[in-house]
């Protein structure tokens, strides 16, 4: 019933590897935010884009970078990967840069060894 | 940082009974949303109150705010088994991009 898919849903990267997360967003959403969960916390928001353009930032390292697609797509890169990076990845989109609630993807548990 | 912190950490309570989950923030607010997270799924969004809003209902859902107290609160009526995940409450700032979670309140029904 999600209209947000993200894949892989599972990972497992070595630390130092690079790795691409994929999301694509409900058709119309112009925003779509990632964030970071680990186990047992609550989502940690690390940026957003709006139209294509990076709209805000969490305290997250530059090696966390992105890209939105005219399609409504998604990515999130992971430079340098370290052991600290494990957690659960979750898209959300956003019909504008607020005032909605989010629709979220089942998220992508990456795992990094 | 979090903005929003929820109270308390985990609830347990039996099939039937209400369930109460509060939520305290830091700074001025457009509006603020709960979620819920059943076993570290993706969250599903329950319900948005504005800033100028004190109240409001959604089926057996209901949320009230008080923003001169920087607090909101959700309500469960005639919780079920069904009712049990992770509840989080999020705030859009005033003047912000980005939607900010807290911790979570787990809540275990127990039938």
């Known amino acids: 019933e999600t209209g947000v898919t993200q894949s892989p849903t599972h990972l497992i990267k070595t630390r130092g590897q690079q790795v691409t997360l994929r999301c694509s967003s409900q058709s119309g959403h112009n925003t779509v935010s990632w964030y970071q969960q680990a186990l047992g916390q609550g989502p940690q928001f690390i940026f957003q884009y709006y139209r294509e353009e990076e709209n805000g930032r969490g305290n997250f390292p530059p090696r966390f970078s992105g890209l939105q697609f005219p399609n409504y797509s998604s990515e999130l890169n992971v430079n340098a990967l370290e052991l600290d990076d494990s957690a659960l990845y979750l898209c959300?989109?956003?019909?504008?840069?607020?005032?909605?609630?989010?629709?979220f993807g089942s998220g992508t548990r990456l795992t990094v060894v | 940082s979090q903005q929003g912190e929820e109270d308390p950490q985990a609830l347990s309570i039996q099939e039937g009974e209400n369930a109460t989950m509060n939520c305290s923030y830091k700074?001025?607010?457009?509006?603020l949303q709960w979620y819920r997270q059943n076993s570290g799924r993706g969250l599903v969004h329950l319900i948005l109150?504005?800033?100028?809003?004190r109240e409001k209902h959604s089926g057996r859902l209901r949320v009230t705010l008080d923003t001169s107290k920087k607090s909101s609160s959700l309500l469960i009526t005639a919780s079920r088994a069904a009712d049990t995940a992770s509840y989080f409450c999020?705030?859009?700032?005033?003047?912000?991009?980005?939607?900010?979670f807290g911790a979570g309140t787990r809540l275990f029904v127990k039938a």
């Open positions: 700074t001025s607010i457009n509006n």
């Open positions: 959300a989109s956003n019909p504008d840069r607020g005032g909605y609630g989010y629709t």
């Open positions: 999020a705030t859009d700032t005033t003047g912000g991009f980005k939607t900010i």
């Open positions: 109150i504005r800033s100028n809003e």
